[in-house]
């Protein structure tokens, strides 16, 4: 499986991005789906997640109210909807794939990892 991350620029703080994962290979409904970010000189960290089985949808406390999951197994992909951007969502941010994710917020449980899009929030 390989995940091509797209979407990401510079947004005025307020404003909205919707971010892209394109998966190819094969069975991409078998995958979990999660997005992470990092943010310079900090640990990678848990965004949202959206499970294969019945599209459970899981984020973290920071974009709760504010990003959107969804993917779309017919066309292998998996999307980030960020609303009400602020500066301190700024980051590198990654979309993973994994088979049998149960701890949802460990990087570890992802076998796959795209190569990250740039978000930029300007004050």
């Known amino acids: 499986v390989q995940l091509q991350a797209s979407g990401g620029g510079l947004v005025q703080a307020g404003g909205s991005l919707r971010l892209s994962c394109a998966s190819s290979?094969?069975?991409?409904?078998?995958?979990?789906m999660g997005w992470f970010r990092q943010a310079p000189g900090k640990d990678r960290e848990f965004v949202a997640h959206?499970?294969?089985?019945?599209?459970?949808?899981y984020y973290a406390d920071s974009v709760t109210g504010r990003a959107t999951i969804s993917r779309d197994d017919f066309k292998n992909t998996v999307s980030l909807h960020l609303i009400s951007l602020k500066p301190e969502d700024t980051a590198l941010y990654y979309c993973?794939?994994?088979?049998?994710?149960?701890?949802?917020?460990?990087?570890?449980?992802?076998?796959?990892w795209g190569q990250g899009t740039q978000v930029t929030v300007s004050s």
């Open positions: 993973a794939a994994g088979e049998r994710v149960v701890l949802i917020r460990h990087r570890s449980e992802y076998d796959f």
């Open positions: 959206i499970r294969a089985s019945d599209m459970g949808t």
């Open positions: 290979g094969r069975a991409f409904g078998r995958y979990s």
